[in-house]
């Protein structure tokens, strides 16, 4: 148990060196009381970020892409025949690893020595393969079932076919990426995850539909694609990280690699009911018609949504693996720390995306065409839940990384219940706007009972009154932005009125005054990435107050 975190220190973090606050430099430059061994973390965790938050943002903008060629090229009925079998797809994805991917990120950066390593990447990629190959033949027979049940399409049963016999291959190029993750190789990671893939997709689609084929087509592409990098990337992910995966010796790794691999999995089924539920119950209770054309309309407020979900994802890519190696030396002071700094620093990031989709949300469906404006409601309410849940940090993977996922396991499924039985009765009387609302209140509602877990359990609490600022930030920012509606319209008013905004909420946020760590943290940046980085920071920002 980490010592109480409450030290009143202005930026909520462990109490800094009495002699170091004595110390003139320190006195002049307070960036100076940050800890050695916190730097460390944080500049780590910070570089993770930075490549990562280039590289899922070209992610977001690869699948941006490829959904508008589908929307403008399928019409809003079969777009949403084809994303919902997209969909249900990545809900029985979500399971083919059988919890195995945050047990990598466990204990492949705290194994001891090479031949450790590759008996739990070994029993990783065993595991997905055998669970992946079950769940496609699940789906492929089952794919007759789910469409008379939801959609009654008659496209439906072949498209969910075409993407079960791609399901493992899906599978295999995310083991491959949780593998780069492992080792903390986030330059791979993201050239795979965040560029490769979705660039290869998008290189499918556009050919397909330039060849002239329908959506049968489009999907055969998309599964080829897919065939094509897995078998490309394995060699290059065991050669980039150094794992030779095998399972000899892996019996006796095998009860502590499943201990915290099942109930992984299990959190996923009850993750499954609090996330996704709302995707599936729009197919089941609306009108056959109604519900392919709200599922498209659906899915491209989803893809906005993911937009301001990229600040947490980009932190979140080295917060488990070094949050577990302080956890394991004792470290809790130091922790709580980072843990605080980071949290500011997702929420920091996240208020302008959030501001920005507030505003101009009407203009960002429209490009999407006339029909996605209607997604707007939905997207409003995801916007809340995505900033509490942006506004909590790594609050999951901490509860994982110091061993709670048993007391994560509970809060998962009695939340998940929950959500069913919210998201049933906002559907049947709401329609999407209800599933959006069932959605979003689960995971506001998760993230905060995770805050009191790790404040219960290992004494990690990262709020303070500093994260008011950037909140304070957002609303003068949001200001800005809405004042232009009167003047512009259409795409000239969300990159006008984006950029503009964007630079006020800066403004806004150096006036109140920015906190020593992040202070540091922007420095630490600045000085690695040279050029560039100021290009993206100004130096007028970096300095702070």
Known sequence: MSPDPADGTSDGSATADPTAMADPTAMADPTATVAAEEREALESISHGAVVSFGGISAERVLAFLTNVLLTHALGVVVYGVYAFAWRLTGIVLMFAPLGSTGTLLKY???????????????????????????????????????????????RFTFLLRL????????????????????????????????????????????????????????VTAI????????????????????????????????????????????????????????????GFFLADAAAAEATGIYNVALLLVGLAAIPLLAFNQL???????????????????????????????????????????????????????????????????????????????????????????????????????????????????????????SIAIQNLLQVGLLRRYEGLMPFDRTFLKPLAAGVGAMAVMWAHRAVLAGPVLIAVGSLVGVVAFAGFLRLLGIQPRDRFVWRALGRRYGTVARRFVPAWVASGR
């Not at 794992?243 to 993750?271: C, D, K, W």
């Not at 203009?363 to 995801?382: D, K, M, N, Q, S």
């Open 319 to 441: 917060m488990p693996p070094v949050a577990s190696r302080l956890w394991e030396e004792d470290r809790f002071e130091t922790l709580n720390a980072v843990y605080t700094t980071i949290t500011r620093l997702i929420l920091t990031t996240t208020v302008p995306l959030v501001a920005v989709m507030v505003v101009f949300g009407p203009e960002l469906l429209g490009l999407f065409g006339p029909a996605y404006r209607r997604g707007y409601e939905v997207l409003l309410v995801f916007m809340v839940g995505r900033l509490i849940g942006n506004g909590v940090g790594a609050t999951g993977w901490l509860l994982l990384m110091t061993e709670h996922q048993y007391a994560r396991l509970v809060l998962d499924w009695f939340l998940a219940i929950l959500n069913v039985v919210l998201s049933y009765l906002f559907v049947v009387h709401f329609g999407m706007v209800g599933a959006a609302l069932g959605t979003s209140s």
């Open 108 to 154: 492949v950066s705290a194994a001891d020595g090479d031949a450790e390593r590759g008996r739990i990447a070994g029993l990783a990629y065993a595991t997905t393969i055998a669970m992946s190959v079950l769940l496609a033949v699940g789906l492929w027979v089952g794919a007759p079932t789910v469409n008379a049940a939801t959609l009654n399409a008659p």
């Open 163 to 218: 993407f079960a016999v791609g399901l493992p291959f899906f599978a295999l190029v995310r083991i491959h990426v949780f593998l780069f993750r492992a080792v903390e190789a986030v330059n791979g990671q993201v050239l795979v995850d965040y560029l490769v893939r979705p660039g290869l997709r998008l290189g499918a689609v556009l050919a397909a539909l330039l060849l002239g084929f329908a959506v049968e087509g489009v």
């Open 223 to 282: 599964v080829l694609s897919a065939v094509a990098l897995a078998v490309a990337l394995a060699p290059v992910a065991l050669r980039g990280t150094g794992i030779r995966p095998t399972l000899r010796g892996a019996s006796g790794e095998a009860r502590r690699f499943y201990n915290h691999a099942a109930p992984n999995a299990l959190t996923g089924v009850s993750m499954l009911l609090r996330t996704r539920i709302d995707v599936l119950l729009i």
